[in-house]
């Protein structure tokens, strides 16, 4: 099956820093998600990106499908930023597979 | 619209009960996934419903679990003879296709 890597695995921020997520994975793929898990467990979707760029708010996200890798970006970091963000090939020729995430604490 | 609920939020049971897990989808939904979290973890891909073709059932740990599908919505994950390492959040998700899917709130299960 397809690998999903992410790193770093920890990340600390002080709030209002900026950060970047990287999600590389072992073959080409058709779907793409990054989701946040908050402190209550539920998962909330924040970009569906097979290719491309896109953006919401603070939040952005880039998918060079080519080179196998993704990116989230995250800028003015938040205390409500907290969590683990996870990476996952959803659908397509594989089974959906989640990377081991990576996980957020804001400092205030 | 309404997301995807689950039933129970929490459930714990005695090593060797069998329980019975709810997932209703998003309606419209045509695919249907079953998802384990143990914890600390990342998430573990249990069992996959598209359509009215036959379930993706790769993922499942062991016979002790099943899952079925009734008329192309509701889901229900059946533990058989729970054991201590079946404790986890168990998770579903809906989806159009194999577009983005949609995550419902999980069920915890406890096996004592």
């Known amino acids: 099956g397809i690998q999903v890597e992410q790193s770093p695995p920890d990340l600390i921020l002080q709030e209002g820093a900026n950060s970047t997520l990287r999600c590389n994975f072992s073959d080409s793929v058709n779907n793409l998600q990054w989701f946040h898990q908050n402190p209550w467990g539920q998962l909330i979707n924040l970009f569906y990106?097979?290719?491309g760029t896109k953006q919401n708010g603070r939040l952005s996200a880039t998918t060079v499908a080519t080179e196998r890798y993704s990116l989230l970006y995250i800028s003015s970091s938040q205390t409500t930023d907290s969590g683990v963000y996870f990476c996952a090939v959803t659908g397509g020729s594989y089974i959906p597979t989640f990377g081991r995430g990576t996980s957020l604490i804001v400092h205030p | 619209g309404a997301g995807v609920s689950q039933s129970p939020s929490n459930k714990v049971t005695e090593k060797g009960k069998d329980v019975e897990l709810r997932c209703d989808p998003i309606?419209?939904?045509?695919?249907l996934y079953w998802y384990r979290q143990s914890l600390g973890q990342g998430l573990e891909f249990l069992i996959y419903?598209?359509?009215?073709?036959?379930?993706?059932k790769s993922g499942l740990p062991s016979d002790r679990f099943s899952a079925e599908r009734t008329g192309g919505s509701v889901s229900t994950l059946t533990i058989q003879r729970t054991q201590q390492e079946d404790s986890a959040v168990y998770l579903c998700?809906?989806?159009?296709?194999?577009?983005?899917?949609?995550f419902g709130p999980g069920t915890r299960l406890t096996v004592t």
């Open positions: 309606s419209g939904h045509t695919a």
């Open positions: 419903f598209q359509g009215n073709s036959a379930p993706d």
């Open positions: 990106i097979p290719s």
């Open positions: 998700a809906s989806s159009f296709g194999t577009s983005e899917q949609y």
